[in-house]
């Protein structure tokens, strides 16, 4: 019995250690980074590996997003709820629906991340293998809301407010429940602005 749990765990153990190797050369076999941008509230991207290079710049303000120069103007829905949370101020929110065209796996990913932050490359990437297939339109959607406390931007000189995305959500093809790929799930509080 010994030897069999022994063996067992060798195994798992090497298909751990070759699987974990296969996706650190994965993350490795690209570049995301973030560059500086003249606009308090504009986030610049850079996405690469070695056949694409992408810019992908969003507006934290608006929303809108630029994907290689292409802009991309999301839905605006504002409403109004109430509900009581100790730094979530729910009478700020809004419904942001981004309906971005196919354009190759690398850029998906980028779009995602941007898009949706705090969205890591194994999340990203994996809601792109989705899409892949057909290459369908990409549909993201998530209700955005600031926090009830400022904060200063030292960079900027100006006082801004957090923001997080809740209920965020992928779909391929259309916004329904039959074409969900990713979600819901909420997100983490972002800066809008440099801090």
């Known amino acids: 019995m010994k030897k069999f749990l022994a063996t067992i765990l060798s195994i798992t153990m090497i298909f751990c250690m070759t699987t974990s190797n296969v996706f650190a ?103 792109a293998t989705g899409l892949s297939a057909e290459g369908d339109n990409l549909h993201v959607t998530c209700t955005q809301y600031q926090s009830k406390e400022q904060y200063y931007s030292q960079h900027h000189g100006t006082y801004y407010k957090k923001s997080i995305n809740k209920n965020m959500k992928a779909y391929k093809k259309s916004v329904s429940d039959s074409n969900l790929i990713y979600g819901p799930v909420d997100g983490n509080w972002f800066d809008p602005i440099r801090p």
């Open 25 to 127: 050369q994965e993350e490795n076999s690209f570049e995301f980074y973030k560059v500086s941008s003249f606009d308090p509230f504009v986030e610049k991207y850079i996405i690469s590996d070695a056949d694409e290079y992408h810019v992908i710049m969003i507006n934290r303000v608006t929303n809108i997003l630029i994907l290689d120069g292409e802009v991309f103007t999301p839905t605006i829905e504002n409403i109004n709820s109430i509900v009581p949370f100790a730094t979530v101020d729910y009478s700020t929110g809004y419904n942001v629906s981004y309906e971005i065209p196919w354009r190759g796996a690398l850029a998906m990913a980028g779009v995602i991340m941007a898009s949706i932050p705090g969205t890591g490359w194994t999340v990203a990437a994996a809601i």
